[in-house]
């Protein structure tokens, strides 16, 4: 198992910018993709952005544009970077890792996951 700790949340005006960063017990480049989720309340966890080991990204359309996803060898770290934030963007934020890239559905499969990291935008 890789542990994952997030960090970086807190309470920001709509308009404004968070950064969360996820820390890995392990060396970032031999998790082959990363990824942040996020959860609202009453509602399903959903995908927000990924990045693989290459640094290709893929980011959900309702953040696209304002968020931006990174990851830091060096640092054993992934962020994402939030801007011009919403209300709906109010949500616990997950850090998830795929170590070995594997494909299940069309769809990378996370298997580590970290505690999350409460995001709340005030209107």
């Known amino acids: 198992q890789v542990p994952l700790v997030e960090s970086g949340g807190g309470l920001v005006q709509a308009g404004g910018s968070l950064r969360l960063s996820c820390a890995a017990s392990e060396s970032v480049s031999r998790l082959y993709v990363m990824a942040w989720y996020r959860q609202a309340p009453g509602k399903p966890r959903e995908l927000v952005a990924s990045i693989i080991n290459d640094y290709r990204t893929n980011y959900a359309d309702s953040v696209k544009g304002r968020f931006t996803i990174s990851r830091d060898n060096a640092k054993n770290t992934v962020d994402l970077q939030m801007n011009k934030l919403k209300p709906e963007d109010t949500a616990v934020y997950y850090c998830?890792?795929?170590?070995?890239?594997?494909?299940?559905?069309?769809?990378?499969?996370?298997?580590?996951w970290g505690q999350g990291t409460q995001v709340t935008v005030s209107a």
């Open positions: 998830a890792a795929d170590p070995y890239g594997t494909v299940v559905g069309g769809h990378y499969e996370y298997d580590y």
